[in-house]
């Protein structure tokens, strides 16, 4: 069965510092990948998507990019946080083109910038 | 911008059945309507998905407009596991990044 997974679960940066959150998926191959944040009492919000090694589209501009090094690995990154950078980090997979199936969730990283 | 529209919050109380509703009147024909509902400090969780065709599954019915423009999450009875914010979704199968979440609504169950 799959699996996806992301840590750390909760962390706690301060501001200007650097950030790395990363995701994986056991189970499935070539999996469409999202990072999604959450900002306290909010929807979210897409940040990252991508369909392949490499490949990595940006739904709105900010200082924080994405990289996939290998095909079930989803990386999140920041050379410098903002206090806005606080939220919930929420990876997610789902199948490739046409999909018509879930998404599947991890469990979430709470990020708090100080 | 996510393209459905959902009330911010409803009540219901324990063991009685509760229905979510959900407008999208933009809605393509090769879009599909998914239900996701998401508990405190959780990743959102997958609750049903349809095109045209009412479905049901163990955790739940979704019922769709003939026009499509609408749907409604129906939970037969209603527990208090049950309190989350529900998300309703349009999903192009052909498009990569047409995953936006809105606000949701937030389920409140009541003893």
């Known amino acids: 069965s799959q699996t996806i997974h992301q840590w750390p679960a909760t962390l706690v940066q301060p501001v200007g510092s650097p950030l790395s959150l990363e995701c994986t998926v056991e189970g499935t191959s070539n999996p469409n990948l999202y990072w999604y944040r959450q900002a306290a009492g909010r929807g979210l919000q897409l940040l990252f998507y991508?369909?392949?090694?490499?490949?990595i589209s940006s739904e709105v501009p900010q200082n924080l990019s994405a990289s996939r090094p290998q095909d079930r690995q989803f990386i999140l990154s920041s050379k410098k946080l903002l206090l806005s950078d606080s939220g919930f980090y929420l990876c997610?997979?789902?199948?490739?083109?046409?999909?018509?199936?879930?998404?599947?969730f991890g469990e979430g990283s709470r990020l708090t910038v100080l | 911008d996510a393209k459905t529209t959902q009330p911010n919050s409803m009540e219901s109380n324990e063991e009685e059945p509760v229905h979510l509703p959900c407008n999208h009147s933009?809605?393509?024909?090769?879009?599909?309507i998914h239900w996701y509902r998401q508990l405190p400090s959780q990743g959102p969780e997958y609750v049903i998905h349809?095109?045209?065709s009412n479905v049901n599954n163990r955790m739940a019915s979704l019922a769709i407009a003939e026009d499509r423009k609408s749907s409604t999450l129906i939970l037969h009875r209603a527990t208090l596991r049950d309190a989350a914010v529900y998300y309703c979704?349009?999903?192009?199968?052909?498009?990569?990044?047409?995953?936006?979440f809105g606000a949701g609504t937030r389920l409140t169950v009541k003893p």
């Open positions: 979704i349009l999903r192009d199968p052909y498009n990569n990044n047409d995953m936006r």
């Open positions: 991508s369909v392949g090694i490499g490949q």
């Open positions: 997610a997979w789902s199948g490739g083109l046409p999909h018509t199936g879930e998404l599947f």
């Open positions: 933009t809605i393509s024909g090769t879009d599909y």
């Open positions: 349809g095109l045209t």
